[in-house]
């Protein structure tokens, strides 16, 4: 890490951002991550739900032994928890996984069992938003998983842009991909995905909030259904 990258400025990151997201619209998810190593390298990290390894993968590729942080809520499927344990087995990466300040039951004690149902907003923010606002401290940049495909919430994700919440600055290197696209990678470097992908879920996240999607809804319909809620505050 050169002193130069330690001493950047949020300014200097946010111009940074912007002007990367113009550059590299059109470049390869493997050019996009080149970048963000060559550019932050010990400041950069990966983030992960282990419903695929994609981004995980790609950026092994360009820094081996890369940082992929993973939220543990407490509440995932043990499919999920297993599909952590095989990538840090397997791939040359370092898993970092991040836990709420309180377990399950510490929470259910303060406010009452199954928040989930009653305040998914607050669920999320204890278990997931604020976890990651605390394992990102000491990063530049993180790397995430999003597709402008996913729904229309997602439709305009740069593939390099700023992180205003966190001050960081933020990378889709796959924001462009389809589908068939993800698929296409998996199968080619037989990628390790979420085993509930083959069993109706497009979108895995945790298992109180998550069901298998219908013929001819979006990916993310499963996450949350019958609620106006469509995203956990992570990519809001």
């Known amino acids: 890490m050169t002193t130069a990258q330690e001493e950047r400025t949020t300014e200097e990151l946010k111009a940074l951002a912007e002007q990367a997201g113009r550059d590299l619209e059109d470049a390869s998810a493997l050019e996009i991550l080149q970048w963000a190593v060559d550019t932050f390298g010990a400041k950069f990290c990966v983030t992960s739900s282990m419903e695929d390894a994609v981004v995980a993968h790609l950026a092994s590729r360009v820094l081996k032994g ?25 791939m040359d990466v370092n898993v970092i996984t991040l836990t709420p300040k309180q377990t399950v039951a510490e929470q259910d004690a303060e406010y009452g069992p199954k928040l989930h149902d009653r305040d998914p907003d607050l669920c999320c923010a204890l278990r997931k938003v604020r976890p990651l606002e605390e394992g990102l401290k000491n990063y530049q940049a993180w790397a995430t998983g999003l597709r402008r495909d996913e729904s229309p919430t997602r439709a305009n994700t740069p593939v390099v842009g700023w992180d205003e919440k966190r001050q960081k600055v933020k990378i889709s290197p796959i924001a462009r991909w389809t589908q068939d696209d993800v ?39 499963g996450r949350w259904a019958g ?6 505050g992570l990519h809001v």
């Open 66 to 90: 890369v940082d992929v942080v993973f939220l543990d809520t407490g509440y995932h499927f043990p499919e999920t928890i297993g599909t952590r344990d095989a990538v840090e087995a397997v």
């Open 183 to 221: 698929d296409a990678y998996i199968t080619e470097h037989g990628v390790l995905t979420n085993p509930l992908l083959t069993d109706g879920y497009a979108s895995v996240g945790c298992a109180p909030c998550t069901r298998r999607v219908l013929e001819g809804e979006d990916a993310r319909a």
């Open 227 to 232: 609620r106006a809620k469509t995203e956990c």
